[in-house]
């Protein structure tokens, strides 16, 4: 499990940028109506819109907007039923790429996912042709300061977590890995023990990387944010080796 906490400190700094973009609120609005559709408008009752709520507040999402979005998807104030949808493909370099969306049209949102992956210089393949060489894995992060070495370990491995990542320095985040079934009894364990959580969230992570650099890694990067740009699409995952300095340089 060792070595998670790169792609966990990585999407969070991207998440910030997504944020400044005005991404996030969208993105998050949509994933509390599909959760309130599927489940009902409960959080206490529905697992998965509770994740969802919290993953809005996380980015700082007024509550207002969250209470809406949670009506409109309960059908207290209109609006259609979404599906969750899958693409997968490679990008440049032979990267391999996983967008999951949201949509209420499959129509409408894969012809669109295909045209951002041919502009960009990478092909959507099938359904599985790049899901198998990645790991599901429940993610949360605690910024350094903001707990202890003995009480996050403590409270994450007792609680059935599989690893805990140190910080790599001060501006970094422990990182507790669990299996997605143990996700919501760890997080639940450092809510209690008054731990503060920054984000949390059951991601993809790759088996293997592809490292890219330079140019390479800004046309990886294009086609990844061209893809998070649609709408209907939530989260884009790769197996992208690329540096924090190309990282930087891209969103410059």
């Not at 992956?117 to 949360?140: C, E, R």
Request: aromatic share 6%.
């Amino acid at each position: 499990m060792a070595g998670h906490s790169k792609w966990a400190n990585i999407r969070h700094k991207k998440a910030a940028v997504d944020k400044k973009r005005g991404r996030m609120w969208s993105k998050c609005s949509r994933a509390i109506m599909a959760a309130a559709r599927e489940g009902g408008g409960d959080p206490a009752s529905n697992l998965a819109l509770r994740y969802a709520i919290d993953e809005a507040r996380y980015a700082n999402m007024p509550k207002d907007t969250i209470e809406r979005a949670v009506k409109k998807g309960a059908g207290e104030l209109g609006g259609g039923k979404m599906e969750s949808v899958r693409y997968e493909g490679y990008g440049p370099n032979g990267v391999a790429i996983i967008a999951d969306a949201l949509t209420d049209n499959r129509n409408r949102t894969a012809p669109e996912v295909k045209m951002v992956f041919s502009k960009y210089n990478g092909n959507m393949g099938a359904s599985g042709s790049v899901a198998y060489s990645f790991d599901t894995v429940g993610q949360i992060l605690v910024e350094a300061g903001k707990t202890t070495e003995d009480v996050v370990i403590n409270a994450a491995i007792d609680a059935g977590a599989t690893d805990v990542e140190a910080p790599e320095d001060d501006d970094g985040f422990w990182v507790v890995s669990t299996e997605p079934t143990q996700f919501h009894a760890v997080r639940e364990a450092l809510e209690n023990a008054k731990i503060e959580i920054s984000s949390a969230e059951i991601a993809l992570i790759p088996q293997n990387t592809v490292a890219v650099a330079g140019d390479d890694a800004k046309k990886v990067l294009t086609l990844i944010d061209a893809l998070e740009e649609l709408e209907d699409v939530q989260k884009v995952y790769s197996n992208a080796d690329i540096s924090e300095e190309d990282y930087a340089a891209f969103d410059s």
